[in-house]
């Protein structure tokens, strides 16, 4: 699973989030340092909020979550949780690992002094992301 988040500013200087949610299969061989995983097979997207049409936009700030597709949400809870509570021991951007998860955070130099506020509002979409009902809306 690779589930991203980006504070993205358009040209016209609107800002929103784009956030996508990527699975692998559980027959993919999940590599011992996945913090490139992104970049590199980010899986297939499955779900996604836009707020702002991707292409020509800025990423401001950026959070990148990675773990097994069968990865149990607590424990993914648990990792972003640690690294909200060590931002300020941590370089800009970071990469953290505890226990199946990998996070990437980074944000541009002008939003440093407001690290720990962009990583909730970014760690805030990416778990809507996550909790969003799979299964297809039932025709009624």
Do not use: C
Not at 12 to 30: S, Y
Not at 77 to 104: C, H, M, Y
């Amino acid at each position: 699973m690779y589930v991203t988040a980006h504070l993205v500013r358009s040209k016209e200087d609107e800002e929103g989030i784009n956030a996508f949610l990527h699975l692998h299969g559980r027959e993919f061989p999940w590599p011992d340092d996945a913090s490139r995983l992104a970049d590199s097979e980010p899986g297939k997207t499955v779900r996604s909020r836009i707020d702002l049409r991707p292409g020509g936009n800025r990423v401001r700030a950026y959070l990148d979550v990675l773990a097994p597709d069968e990865t149990d949400r607590s424990e993914l809870d648990r990792a972003l949780t640690e690294l909200s509570r060590d931002l300020g021991e941590r370089k800009n951007p970071t990469v953290f690992t505890q226990g199946a998860a990998t996070i990437r955070f980074g944000v541009e130099l002008g939003l440093y002094n407001l690290r720990a506020q962009h990583l909730q509002m970014l760690v805030s979409a990416v778990l809507q992301l996550l909790d969003q009902d799979p299964r297809p809306p039932r025709n009624r």
